[in-house]
């Protein structure tokens, strides 16, 4: 590049399998960190408040916990990213092979149907930890 050419943006374009492929490594470094860490919180551990004043590289276990949910969420986001980028082949694969029907779905229908569906899943998440924080009981006092 010359100096203060300015680089027309039209023609720097990244191939959808490159996007593909580096969400899917991140994914996957994801994954395995979760892992990690919930092994780590699991069994490294000891259960419950007989693990006050337990530290692991500096941690203790509510902060481990808190980097398990963390990267449980930036997975749980990495996913729907990645669900959105296969939407059109999900519909297709849904449409034809599993419902046998000749058609797919335009892209507003499949549009609809994503966000009815991403709609669900946050409504059902919303109703079970309503659900359990009503149905939550406190230990005996005394």
């Not at 149907?113 to 409504?123: F, K, N, P, T």
Request: overall charge neutral.
């Amino acid at each position: 590049m010359i100096a203060g050419e300015v680089i027309d943006r039209a023609e720097v374009r990244v191939s959808r399998a490159l996007v593909n492929f580096a969400l899917d490594m991140v994914l996957l470094l994801l994954f395995v960190a979760l892992s990690i860490v919930s092994v780590i919180v699991q069994f490294v551990f000891p259960p419950g408040v007989s693990a006050k004043g337990w530290h692991l590289w500096g941690l203790n276990l509510g902060q481990w916990c808190g980097l398990q949910f963390g990267l449980l969420s930036v997975l749980g986001f990495g996913i729907v990213v990645h669900v959105m980028l296969h939407w059109t082949w999900i519909c297709s694969v849904l449409a034809r092979q599993i419902l046998g029907q000749r058609d797919v779905p335009d892209n507003g229908l499949r549009t609809v149907y994503g966000v009815a569906l991403l709609i669900g899943l946050l409504m059902t998440g919303a109703v079970v930890t309503g659900l359990a924080m009503i149905s939550i009981q406190m230990p005996p006092q005394g």
